[in-house]
């Protein structure tokens, strides 16, 4: 019958077969990198071609809702996702399906908390507002966690598919990083933003085309979608509501639904590669309804994960355990006797790992050129730094090689550097929140809050992985599984470990679901932050810039008396337009939106006056 012990990963070098790409499958995957390098070389050649750093960083500030949208979609939909997930349900179930429930927050926070406070503050990166809000040590320290975080991140990314496409099919390793990685860094560095974000566009629907393919044939095989619902409701993989609260479960409705909304917050409420895209909207209106769009879209993605994995069931059952390459394997099973779908499936897997890397190429130029190089050489020419700007792309798209390379020779220590992704976008969540909502929150608080964080998130996350590395290798038979997390897209890799007594105390700690790190880590900044504020001094309504405090605490104390609200600073609201010029920072001027009262706005002469009236008015 073909089938495997139990246990046995299929893609094993002991396998006794492999499959290969046939002629049809490599031309789909050359006209993915072909198209993707002439959408960059359109945006280079045309328009502004690139010409200001508003341009090749922001997109001249005019994209429209939709392509935003699906670029926000794809950014952080990686190879490891579309890998992951299906292997997720495949192994644990449905489980992982009720994520859907905290895309509403997610979303809806970032769409009417974040947004409007970047966008009317005009900002280029994300970190100008620690420095608005802070001091210029706060910005460059939240610029470099991020550098750290992304340069580590996407390396992983690039290398980890090609080497999953590698052991199924014999498709050669470094032939698929380097196309992969300089088409990448050619577009990005060519076109800019508007590049990326059309190819993210281009890309989101060759994954899209690519998972319905797989989905459709696989089921057909298996005897259409009723015979794959009713093998995975015998096979105990259709989950129910679980309620169980204890923060140490991998995956219940409490760490998917309340823990997963401050993942999602990380990634789409404070991450520049996003907030990036935000800014890049022809008006606030734009950027927000990006949010709506993304939404649905976020919704099928997760469907569509989730029902490849179901499939994967109904043809597999559990005569294999799951492995990083199972997807492909399964992929290039059903297609076996279809030439041409294995490279539309390798097209869609490879479109994700492109529209990461390439919003990391972009962000991370962004952050260097805007947080580390300009507010040191403002005498610099707009020509110059455009220039610059893609000197850095290109430099980083190397560095992604770099990295890539490095990861072939991590071994087990991959595991962890994916996981740093996790860890390091909690606390730079919490030093945001803590600018944002609390209006008291100074300097000194905000340096200690995030190394806190820091420390904390890299205790929890070691703590997890060296008490996983301890595990003996002679294993028993399988008995339970857990997950080390693929932070920023929520995925998984399976690793296999023995059912052992509840974790108690700090080994407790060191078990705590994956999907509530971002949580427990954003609030040990705001916690640490708040309390060194208030011992050092607590900052004064007076001396905090317009427009960099989210008034939801005056929102929620409203009933108290002014007098009261103005000591816990809970007075003053966001102004309801794009603001003026803040006095520390040089802003380039943005694209405002055309409603009535703008129209008949009298042009105010300061930052102070027109936020006095804004209030008065109110």
């Known amino acids: 019958s073909g089938r495997r012990p139990i246990g046995e990963c299929p893609l094993t070098p002991s396998s006794s077969t492999r499959m290969h790409f046939t002629t049809p499958d490599y031309v789909i995957f050359a006209l993915l990198l072909v198209a993707s390098t002439c959408i960059g070389l359109f945006y280079a050649l ?118 999953a496409l590698n052991a199924v099919t014999g498709f050669d390793l470094w032939g698929a990083v380097l196309a992969m990685g300089l088409v990448c860094t050619l577009y990005t560095t060519l076109g800019g933003l508007k590049a990326v974000i059309w190819t993210d566009v281009f890309q989101t629907i060759v994954m899209f085309a690519g998972q319905l393919a797989v989905i459709i044939v696989g089921a057909h095989q298996a005897g259409g979608m009723g015979q794959v ?22 995956h219940t409705f409490w760490t998917l639904g309340v823990g997963g909304v401050f993942l ?118 707009e020509a110059k730094a455009t220039l610059l700007s893609k000197g850095l792309a290109f430099a980083y798209g190397l560095v992604c090689l770099a990295m890539a390379y490095t990861a072939s020779h991590m071994g087990s220590v991959l595991q962890a550097a994916l996981s740093i992704f996790g860890m390091v976008g909690g606390p730079l969540l919490g030093l945001f929140c803590l600018g944002m909502f609390f209006p008291w929150a100074n300097s000194t608080g905000a340096i200690v809050g995030l190394a806190a964080g820091l420390v904390m998130a890299f205790w929890i996350g070691i ?84 427009g960099t405090v989210f008034p939801v605490l005056g929102n929620l104390l409203f009933f108290l008396p002014e007098y009261y609200r103005e000591i816990l600073c809970c007075v003053t609201p966001l102004p309801h337009k794009v603001g003026c010029r803040p006095p520390r920072l040089r802003i380039p001027p943005m694209n405002q939106e055309k409603d009535e009262d703008e129209e008949t706005a009298t042009p105010q002469p300061s930052c102070r006056l027109a936020h006095t009236l804004q209030e008065t008015a109110l």
């Open 463 to 546: 703590g997890n992985f060296v008490s996983r590395m301890a595990v003996p290798t002679t294993l028993p038979p399988i008995i339970n599984g857990t997950a080390m997390p693929l932070p920023g897209n929520m995925t998984t890799l399976i690793t296999l470990i023995t059912a052992k007594p509840k974790p108690t105390g700090v080994q407790a700690l060191y078990n705590l679901s994956y999907l509530w790190y971002s949580a427990h880590n954003s609030t040990t900044v705001v916690i640490v932050g708040l309390i060194v504020s208030l011992l050092t001094g607590p900052m004064k309504e007076k001396d905090l810039i317009p």
């Open 46 to 163: 045309s328009g502004g071609r690139q010409r200001t750093t508003q341009e090749f960083l922001l997109a001249d500030r005019s994209m429209s809702c939709l392509p935003v949208s699906l670029s926000l979609l794809a950014t952080f939909q990686s190879a490891v996702a579309i890998l992951g997930v299906p292997s997720e349900i495949y192994t644990y179930g449905t489980q992982y399906w009720f994520l859907g429930v905290s895309y509403f927050l997610g979303l809806l926070i970032p769409a009417h908390v974040f947004i409007p406070v970047f966008y009317r503050l005009r900002l280029t990166s994300a970190y100008e507002y620690l420095e608005l809000r802070f001091n210029k040590t706060v910005r460059i320290m939240g610029t470099v966690t991020f550098i750290f975080q992304m340069v580590i991140y996407m390396g992983v990314v690039l290398y980890a598919p090609a080497l």
């Open 264 to 381: 999602m917050l990380a990634l789409y409420g404070v991450n520049q590669a996003q907030v990036q895209r935000y800014l890049s909207s022809r008006t606030e209106r734009e950027a927000v309804m990006s949010c709506y769009v993304v939404f649905p879209c976020q919704q099928v993605v997760l469907c569509l994960g989730c029902l490849m994995g179901l499939v994967m069931f109904a043809r597999y059952g559990e005569d294999i355990s799951s492995c990083l390459q199972m997807v492909l394997y399964f992929v290039m099973d059903v297609f076996r006797d279809l030439p041409g779908l294995p490279g539309l499936f390798v097209a869609c897997l490879f479109s994700g790992a492109l529209s990461t890397i390439s919003s990391a190429f972009n962000s991370l130029a962004t952050v260097t050129m805007e947080d580390l190089i300009r507010p040191y050489c403002p005498a610099m020419t």
């Open 229 to 250: 619902w009713r093998k995975a409701i015998n096979g105990s993989r259709i989950a129910s509501l679980d309620l169980n609260p204890d923060p140490t479960e991998r």
